[in-house]
């Protein structure tokens, strides 16, 4: 079954073919990072802009990669929310669309279900298991105990993982995304730092924006004593405490459920000492860790389409209306 899946939720117009939910035929992704780098962050009227003129080119771009053609594709795929209304509409109208016009099922699609199934591109999800998602806005422990079983067993109290990276790395004057630079320069760093640690309790649920203020008072005090910030060691020290927090909790929870596989999902996913601590964890143990291939971490399409040939629709839905908002299902 070769799905045609669209993903335009935040400031990437992405198209894919995805070939029975693991296969990448292959995959474009226009990003705007560039635009927005200026902006310090997502301007969304400028996205979904970005996202009118760039659809159709995209889309049209996938098939010739792929060398299909429409008439060769089984159903259209598209990210409905969480995300930007107005660059969500785009994706979603343009599915629609492709959909009607080609007479073929429309399956709509979770912006995080696509993160979480983006694991499928490198192995084979085994039930029951718990997926950490850590994303620019999504920070959750989950149990599944099959495909499109979710269970949220705790989330961020306030930001996400990926937002508090973004935050800190704002007020050091790094470019936007500031979590993949965040993430580089920790690694010449040393934890030297003295740092709170965030909501360590026996819940699942996390809480970074106390030592997101923390790292930026911290800033604004040595600026005003004007001391030189140590800025490799300022993020191993933020970055060090985000790595054992997520560990702690998300190890926990995989004991507690006693789960076949650990996932990673989301952007923060793309973190060299997360994905590295979590692989010795999982070693100690003898869990299997899943973790998207770097590219896919952040927003691709190719995610949507591995994750909506697990869904199950009977009917297309043509009045489907974009979500900022949206629980997981
Ligand atoms: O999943 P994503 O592309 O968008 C959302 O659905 O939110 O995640 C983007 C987030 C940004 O906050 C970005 O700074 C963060 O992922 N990110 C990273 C890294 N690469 C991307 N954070 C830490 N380390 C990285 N290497
Ligand atoms: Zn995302």
Known sequence: MNILAIETSCDETSASIIKDGKIEVSTVINSQMDIHKAYGGVVPEIASRHHVENITLVIEEVLEKSKMNIESIDAFAVTYGPGLIGSLLIGLEAAKTLSLIYNKPLIPVHHISGHIYA???????????????????????????????????????????GEAYDKVARVLDFEYPGGPVVDKLSEKGVDSYVLPMPLDDDTYNFSFSGLKSAVINLINKERMKKNDIRKEDLCASFQNIIVKTLVKKTMRAVKQYKVKQLLLAGGVSANKQIRKTFEEECNKINIELLVPPIKYCTDNAAMIGCSAFYKKVKKNDYKINPKSVERLK
């Open 119 to 161: 694991n499928n591109l490198v192995g084979s999800l085994k039930f029951p298991l718990i997926c950490l998602v850590i994303s620019g806005g999504h920070t959750e422990i989950l149990y599944m105990k099959d495909n499109y079983k979710y269970k949220i067993l705790g989330s961020t109290l306030d930001d996400a993982v």
